[in-house]
């Protein structure tokens, strides 16, 4: 599954992204972002040009929680337009997965103010990114 960087719809661009659903014990693994938009979220990135939707997940996964990505299972692919990114692109692609993954945290303390895991009650309270607010809406985590 290659996907481009960047595809064009109604003569606007947009980007595809990835994002990760990594669950442990009850536990969700979440960021508080320090990039724009900000807020509480899973992992998520843009898919480079040349890479394929699996290794940019692979890839964000271990860029932002140090974490090695066991398994992947997709559960959602799905254009969202009103989800806009710090590069100035509104329009994302984004394919959700749920990840098993390995390994010790390593917090990067560019893109991320913090690292954790928070049960489904934690979450109701946090201040979430909102296409992060929309995927645990859909996924009723966050009811
Ligand atoms: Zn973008």
């Known amino acids: 599954m290659i996907a481009p960087k960047e595809i064009l719809r109604d003569g606007k661009v947009a980007h ?4 990760a659903i990594i669950q442990k014990d009850g536990k969700y693994f ?5 990039i724009p938009p900000l807020g509480f979220a899973g992992i998520a990135g843009h898919v480079d040009a040349a890479e394929s939707v699996q290794e940019a997940l692979v890839r964000e996964v271990e860029e932002e929680s140090g974490f090695k990505v066991t398994l992947h299972k997709l559960l959602f692919e799905e254009f969202l337009a009103w989800n806009w990114c710090s590069k ?3 329009g994302h692609r984004w394919y959700l ?3 098993g993954v390995e390994g010790e945290v390593k ?3 560019r893109e991320t103010k913090s690292v954790g895991w ?3 009650e934690q979450i109701q ?3 979430l990114e909102p296409v992060w607010e929309y995927w645990f809406k859909k996924l009723a ?3």
């Open 88 to 90: 100035g692109v509104e």
């Open 30 to 34: 979440l960021i508080d972002r320090a």
């Open 125 to 127: 309270k946090l201040t």
């Open 141 to 143: 985590i966050l009811l």
């Open 118 to 120: 928070y049960s489904k």
């Open 97 to 99: 997965f749920e990840c």
């Open 16 to 19: 595809y992204s990835v994002g």
């Open 107 to 109: 917090q990067n303390y």
